[in-house]
């Protein structure tokens, strides 16, 4: 049977291994290294005694310095100074100062139309008044038909 539909691996060809005795050299030498810098850095740090208020630098960091401004330091705070930080106002997301706003507004306007100043409690107010008119009309004219009724009603017991 012939493997036609199979492609050949490439993965694991050129694969290169180190001699125990080429990665101790390394490593010694590395070593060595770590120790000079150790060495040079001890001799500066006792000249400046900067290097003391960061701590023992890691690697590249003694070399280079570098200000981040992401970087974060825990800073000791006293206590009074934590209360005023709390104290501070809470900050509010938009659509939570956009609610109270609202409400603010709804109660503003509700106490405006109870005053009637508000433009849709002045047309209710006209409203009102031509009704009560139309109630006092109608109740005048019932009045005068009762008392149509009532003359009459004499006026055939007259007779």
């Known amino acids: 049977m012939?493997?036609?539909?199979?492609?050949?691996?490439?993965?694991?060809?050129?694969?290169?291994?180190n001699n125990p005795e080429e990665i101790e050299a390394q490593m010694k030498e590395v070593e060595s290294n770590r120790y000079r810098e150790r060495t040079e850095i001890e001799s500066d740090s006792s000249e400046s005694e900067s290097d003391d208020e960061h701590g023992?630098?890691?690697?590249?960091e003694g070399l280079i310095e570098i200000e981040n401004p992401n970087r974060v330091t825990n800073k000791m705070k006293k206590a009074s100074q934590l209360d005023t930080e709390t104290a501070s106002k809470p900050q509010?997301?938009?659509?939570?100062?956009?609610?109270?706003?609202?409400?603010?507004?709804?109660?503003?306007?509700?106490?405006?139309?109870?005053?009637?100043k508000t433009d849709e409690a002045k047309a209710d107010l006209a409203r009102l008044a031509i009704i009560r008119k139309q109630r006092e009309e109608n109740a005048k004219k019932k009045e005068e038909e009762r008392k149509a009724k009532e003359a009459k009603a004499q006026a055939s017991k007259k007779r």
Do not use: C, P, T
Request: glycine residues 8%; positive net charge.
């Open 2 to 17: 012939s493997r036609a539909g199979k492609k050949k691996s490439r993965k694991g060809q050129h694969r290169h291994f």
């Open 56 to 60: 023992a630098k890691k690697g590249v």
């Open 92 to 116: 509010l997301s938009r659509r939570e100062r956009e609610e109270i706003e609202k409400q603010q507004a709804r109660v503003r306007y509700q106490k405006m139309h109870a005053e009637g």
